[in-house]
């Protein structure tokens, strides 16, 4: 929490009185030496073997189409028959690349005199999405319904209105990939999302494989802009770009849920990260109780680009829209900070919302069905959901009471009551963030975990639209502790196949059981290459300066 100053970062006065800041380093530290830059180097080649070993493991323990193209690959379609090695491999990888994940924390953690550069944590994340990038999708069969649903609109239909299995048929090869809690419902993506699939469907044909490559080549696209975006945003708030890339790029859900699972939050956050760096770039400071700057060449423009991008995210996944209330409220914070000033960076912001709304609707000639179809995920209850579980129990309790089986019904009401308070979540912490008690990037990542927290079909990388957006502007180490053990923990929680293990030819427990003597073998071989790893940290020095708490847009 924070008030006055816009951010520690020095404001100097450039052409025309404009206020801007001028470039730092947020972390004020030195390059790792030589030891650490050794233990750097084992921990980033842990992390490709772990990543390699996910690749193979997918083989035979992804999500892959029902025509496989694996199966007529020679030697690789060996992993498709060994399903309970394929598992172990693939379990292996993914222990492996969070213990990677963990130790590149020590390097990047803020507080230390020397810390991991920006480039360093760039490398190390390259090196760990590449194996990931040609293999079956993993831990979710999402990517069908987005061939499936994109198809529809490529052969004319409202995919807003029918399901994959009335609008193409139960037979369709792309209906047949699809999870059948799925094959009935309408989309619930937005109408740009559904349009750039459907030109890709032009390119794939009837091929599900090709399909499912260029979909993560588009979750890639967000994945870039996340990647491009997170440090840029990290500077401007006191945070080291390093540390802003490990935990929001280099996070194993991340690499797991958006790369290998194609996910289409990529795009969604990439857009919305983009829009708010866009929109922030020639963003004016103010500091409280002064008065405003005058308007500087090319400020109004970016701010509506800004906004139109961040629109757009919304036009894939409709949390985005959270990001034009803060980013309003960033806008008021640079007039004079009046209420009027707020209604006029509201207006601002409806009208360019509505603009490209209509933009896209009528230009992909898909209208505004999309409104309709947003409960579409309601209709599954996650287990990971607090709001699921809480409605499951109290239908428990009306069995146990005589009151007969009303867990639909509570469900629904507890999921409308999580509604009600994820909005009074963002409107709290808007207003307080209108009043310099926090930064509207930190009420942005608060309100935006409070909507994925309470929804009743909770999934682990939605958590992700909260953890990105604040792996930029947190600068407290309590967030980040916190955030890494729910990232290290959700990451392994989810099956590499996208589904559950019923009704299948794995032994699980031998799998299980075979994952961590392997996992735990590779641990002592880069303990012996680097000691280091497996000491526990020092105290953070006092003179280390990354990370640092600021107050800024």
Do not use: C
Request: no cysteine.
């Amino acid at each position: 929490m924070a008030t006055g100053v816009d951010t520690l970062t020095p404001v100097v006065v450039g052409k025309g009185g404009i206020m801007t800041r001028s470039p730092v380093d947020p972390g004020g530290t030195d390059p790792l030496d030589a030891d650490e830059t050794r233990a750097l180097g084992v921990t980033r080649r842990f992390g490709i073997v772990g990543a390699l070993l996910l690749a193979f493991g997918s083989l035979g323990a992804g999500a892959a189409p029902i025509l496989n193209p694996v199966l007529e690959i020679p030697v690789l379609r060996l992993f498709t028959r060994i399903p309970t090695v394929s598992v172990a491999i693939a379990f292996t990888g993914m222990g492996m690349m969070v213990i990677a994940w963990l130790w590149l924390g020590r390097f990047a953690r803020p507080g230390r005199d020397r810390v991991a550069s920006q480039g360093q944590v760039l490398r190390t994340l390259v090196t760990w999405t590449l194996p990931l990038l040609v293999i079956p999708p993993l831990f979710s069969r999402d990517v069908y319904s987005y061939l499936a649903q994109s198809e529809i609109v490529r052969r004319g239909f409202d995919p807003y209105a029918l399901g994959p299995a009335e609008a193409l048929g139960v037979a369709d090869p792309f209906t047949a990939g699809v999870s059948n809690m799925w094959r009935d419902t309408p989309a619930p993506y937005g109408p740009l999302f559904l349009e750039i699939g459907s030109w890709l469907g032009g390119v794939v044909g009837t091929n599900v494989a090709v399909g499912v490559l260029l979909q993560r080549l588009v979750a890639l696209v967000g994945f870039g802009l996340i990647v491009w975006a997170l440090p840029r945003l990290a500077r401007r708030y006191g945070v080291a770009p390093g540390t802003a890339l490990w935990l929001g790029a280099a996070n194993p859900l991340v690499l797991f849920h958006l790369v290998a699972g194609a996910h289409n939050e990529a795009l969604g956050i990439g857009l919305m990260l983009a829009g708010l760096e866009l929109g922030m770039r020639r963003l004016a400071v103010r500091v409280k109780g002064e008065p405003p700057p005058p308007w500087g060449r090319g400020e109004l423009a970016y701010i509506v680009l800004g906004a139109v991008v961040i629109s757009l995210a919304a036009m894939v996944k409709i949390h985005a829209i959270v990001a034009l209330g803060f980013f309003g409220v960033m806008i008021a914070r640079r007039g004079r900070g009046r209420f009027a000033d707020l209604a006029v960076a509201a207006v601002v912001m409806l009208v360019v919302f509505m603009a490209v709304t209509l933009a896209v609707g009528f230009g992909t000639g898909l209208g505004f069905g999309w409104i309709g179809a947003l409960e579409t995920p309601s209709k599954v209850w996650s287990w990971l959901s607090p709001v699921a579980e809480l409605g499951q129990l109290g239908g428990v309790l009306g069995i146990v009471l005589g009151l007969g089986n009303h867990t639909g019904s509570v469900i629904a009401i507890l999921g409308l009551l999580g509604y009600g308070v994820a909005g009074a979540v963002t409107l709290k912490f808007l207003w307080d963030s209108f009043h310099w008690r926090y930064r509207p990037i930190i009420g942005l990542g608060v309100s935006l975990g409070a909507f994925m927290m309470l929804h009743v079909s909770m999934q682990p990388w939605w958590l992700l639209w909260a953890v990105i957006p604040l792996a930029a502007a947190a600068g407290t180490s309590r967030f980040r502790n916190a955030a890494t053990v729910v990232s290290a923990t959700l990451a392994l929680l989810i099956p590499p196949t996208g589904s559950p293990f019923d009704n299948r030819s794995y032994i699980l427990h031998q799998a299980f059981v075979a994952a961590l003597v392997v996992v735990a073998l590779m641990v002592l071989i880069a303990w012996r290459r680097a000691p280091m790893l497996l000491r526990r940290p020092g105290k953070p020095s006092r003179s280390g300066r990354a990370g640092r708490p600021a107050v800024g847009h």
